[in-house]
């Protein structure tokens, strides 16, 4: 454009808004109060109603504020989403998607849960059971023995099974007496999957945000029993290396880690066949542990000294494109843009009388919906592309020294390069790397 300005091609400037002249300040009155005059170029911004062939439109004068307004707003909204989410988990709204087993979101409120009395029968039956003393796979048993259906089941109709672990997990969870607690933990960002705990001072926790299913004696019982203190993420996490990262290729669950008491040796399952052994939903997926990690440990030892003589920089930053968000912004502002030749040519369109007033509005109000969904969408993506691309050179060169510092590593750095690992049954073991870089390599 300002080539074609600087060659006389054009003398007329039209854009939906002051934003689409530029983002900051800057920029923006260089063009209006300066350029656009010396060039007799006439300018129109047509949501802000500006057009510098109307010396005495009062609206110009507002233009260098408006354009200041663009750059604060652009820099402050992705900000603005984050907190926007904690003023409502403050406030004990519930915004953790799925709801637990037992409620069902208000459909009032969606942040507001209420009881699904068919669901809460099984929540209290669970809680019944432990405080009366039995053992969760006496419980599980009688799930399965009276058909009583998980929630998987309940609401998408899927085939799952009732586990020690979902039943542990249920037995812990204060929501079921009427507190809302949330920002336990929180993604590392948009595209990392990965959760980190949060400290303690970061929780959310508001007491009677909803109808208690389990009272406050029964729960606290519970939590002082044996099956439920059991149960700790971090110390299982910490058993060995490769626990929890480990999944079947073949069915998509976990592999666990078994001991042969007999041979004083771990073994791998498929945590499907060992639940459900009996229906052939897998195969055993039964390995010596020790070969596996020493496999793994070995290709990551082999790929890193490669990477660390070969300077990672180089590596990462040719790899970049890992990530789709740049394609997927350049597809939203070529949709903008669109919208945006739509709007001129409408713009065009009522000053030369073909459309009335009202219909210019009304249309004119849709598109602006439009343009400003997408924008907010590429304002997220731009953050997240940019978190990712600032994060990686840097953390893959830190991950690396760190493992290759380390005679073995620790579980907790492992979880940070390895975001899954794959066995398949004829013991080929794929590894996914929590960097995309890596993944390619
Ligand atoms: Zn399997």
Known sequence: MISDIEQDKIN???????????????????????WFPEKNIRYVSVNDGID???????????????????????KDLSKKIRSALHTMQSQGKWVGGRTPLGYI??????????????????????????????????IRKFLEDNNIPTSDQIRYNRATFWNNCTIKKLL??????GVTIQNKRSRISYKNRKLRDNPKEQWFIVENTHTPIIDK?????????????????????????????????????????????????????????????????????????????EKVLEYLRKLFLDIDSKKIEINVKNNRTAYDYKKMIEKNEKEIELINNKMDTMYMDKLDNKISEEMY?????????????KEQENIEMKQYQHELEEDNTENITKVVKEFLGLKKPTPELMRVIINKIRLHQDKQIDIIFNFKELNKI
């Open 172 to 177: 812990r969870r204060e929501v079921y007496t």
């Open 361 to 373: 509005q009304r249309v004119l109000g849709k598109y602006k919906e439009e343009i400003k969904a």
């Open 52 to 74: 510098t062939f109307y010396d005495n439109n009062g609206n110009n004068d507002i233009a260098p504020f408006k354009s200041i307004l663009n750059d604060m707003y652009s």
């Open 217 to 293: 004696k029964t729960f606290d019982a519970v939590q002082k029993m044996e099956i439920v203190q059991k149960y700790n993420r971090n110390e299982k996490k910490n058993y060995t290396l490769l626990d929890g990262i480990m999944f079947c290729y073949e069915c998509g669950h976990t592999i666990g880690i078994k001991l042969d008491n007999r041979r004083k040796t771990m073994n791998t399952i498929c945590n499907n066949y060992r639940r459900n052994s009996k229906l052939h939903l897998c195969t055993c997926h039964g390995f010596r542990y020790d070969e596996i990690e």
């Open 12 to 34: 007329m400037v039209v854009t939906k808004d002051l934003s689409r002249l530029g983002r900051d300040y800057i920029g923006t009155g260089e063009y209006i109060e300066k």
């Open 105 to 138: 979101q208000d459909p009032e409120d969606k942040n507001h849960l209420i009881i699904d009395e068919d669901e809460a029968k099984i929540v209290r039956t669970i809680f019944n059971m432990a405080v009366a003393g039995n053992s969760v796979g006496t």
